[in-house]
């Protein structure tokens, strides 16, 4: 019997993504049509970026806990959130989770690992380069890592922010985000963390000049393999 997976989604394009992901890959290991029971919730985006604009992580925390709350009442089994810069908050509230989590930079760092990548760049929002969450999980595994400078950051926020989240795709943000990965593989990065759940849409192992660690993808098939050993 498989699991029963929670997504505690934050922006729409990302988790839609992961849980498309999920169905769309079951087949493969549960058989024709087949996919583990899944649940999502979502608080408006609204909420979260409210917190994270005036830096108050615990009131990031007590939404997933919202979150959480209600997947267990569900009946899922543990949970996933396809957002990688919410996860600042997820150690205030693990602890009072009525679910245990997929970490979604854990998920990351474990495969960059599995393929041999020893300095992979961290690209995303600016809330998330500029956290501990890459470096302390990618630190577990030996791992070093790059980020964009401060102008890079500022300007992979706004096409995210303001572009990706509302499922708009600009050909000249596609291409800075090409300009800024060049720029980080002559640095001396050996792979690129598509650490926003939506930088997949406009981004992968085709168009990039770096191999690509696809944050959204490498969950929903974490979270598939879990449910699937029941």
């Avoid at 839609?16 to 024709?32: F, H, K, V, W």
């Avoid at 917190?51 to 806990?65: A, K, S």
């Avoid at 990965?181 to 926003?196: S, Y």
Wanted: glycine share 6%; hydrophobic share 40%.
């Amino acid at each position: 019997m498989t699991l029963h997976i929670g997504i505690v989604a934050c922006s729409a394009e990302g988790a839609a993504l992961c849980y498309r992901t999920i169905c769309s890959e079951s087949a493969q290991r549960l058989g024709p049509h087949a996919h583990p029971q899944i649940s999502l919730h979502s608080h408006s985006l609204a909420d979260y970026v409210a917190c994270l604009e005036r830096n108050d992580l615990q009131g990031v925390g007590e939404i997933m806990l919202s979150s959480a709350t209600k997947l267990a009442a569900t009946g899922a089994d543990f949970l996933i959130c396809p957002d990688n810069t919410i996860h600042q908050a997820l150690p205030l509230i693990e602890s009072r989770s009525p679910l245990p989590w997929l970490h979604i930079a854990e998920v990351v760092a474990q495969e960059a690992a599995a393929r041999g990548y020893r300095r992979p760049a961290v690209t995303g929002t600016q809330w998330l380069v500029e956290s501990n969450v890459y470096p302390e999980k990618l630190a577990a595994y030996g791992l070093d890592y790059l980020r964009p400078d401060a102008d890079e950051c500022r300007e992979l926020n706004r096409i995210i922010m303001d572009e990706l989240v509302y499922g708009v795709f600009k050909p000249e943000s596609v291409a800075y985000f090409q300009k800024v990965i060049e720029r980080l593989k002559h640095a001396g990065a050996d792979a690129v963390i598509l650490g926003c759940t939506e930088i997949p849409l406009i981004l992968n192992d085709t168009n990039s000049p770096l191999p690509t660690l696809d944050s959204t993808r490498l969950l929903a098939r974490a979270a598939l393999q879990r449910a699937a050993a029941g």
